[in-house]
């Protein structure tokens, strides 16, 4: 027996908390070329919930806000700029995303680069310090 769901686009969606989820928002799209699918807004100005796609693939993003589910992360910059996971994106152009992304301000971590195992791309820190990997490598 199989738990996947086999007739949706993507079957993995990473979370994460921001701050300022309003300006992750932003960030995101104007550095990696994310697009707005959906932003809930909070009553505090904040975000709620916000569903952001890239190709066929989304993140799922929201304000880091004192809550049952929010107690159960920490954000990078509580703990000393460390993360335990990252996302990596696909992309067509690595050097066209690199421009981007250093323009819109990522703090690089690890050059860009052709890869051993196929590919070229990068690995950068968001303004909140969450790590994020780009390149043309697609192991599909």
């Known amino acids: 027996m199989t738990t996947t769901a086999k007739a ?3 079957t993995t969606i990473p979370c994460l908390r921001y ?5 992750a928002i932003d960030w995101l799209c104007k550095a ?9 807004p909070d009553s505090d100005g904040g975000i709620a919930h ?14 880091a806000i004192d809550s ?4 159960l992360m920490q954000h990078p910059g509580d703990i000393g700029g460390a993360n335990t ?3 990596y ?11 981007s992304a250093l323009a819109e301000g990522a703090e690089i971590v690890l050059d860009i680069k052709d890869e051993d195992y196929g590919g070229r791309g990068f690995t950068c820190r968001d303004p909140e310090g969450h790590i994020w990997s780009l390149g043309t490598y697609d192991p599909w």
Not at 89 to 99: E, G, I, K
């Open 89 to 99: 994106l696909v992309v067509n152009d690595a050097d066209a995303v690199y421009r």
């Open 68 to 71: 049952e589910y929010g107690r």
């Open 50 to 63: 916000a569903q952001l796609s890239f190709g066929n693939g989304m993140i799922m993003l929201a304000s």
């Open 8 to 10: 949706t686009r993507a």
């Open 32 to 40: 990696f070329g994310f697009e707005k699918q959906l932003i809930v």
């Open 85 to 87: 996971q990252s996302s």
């Open 19 to 23: 701050r300022d989820a309003p300006a």
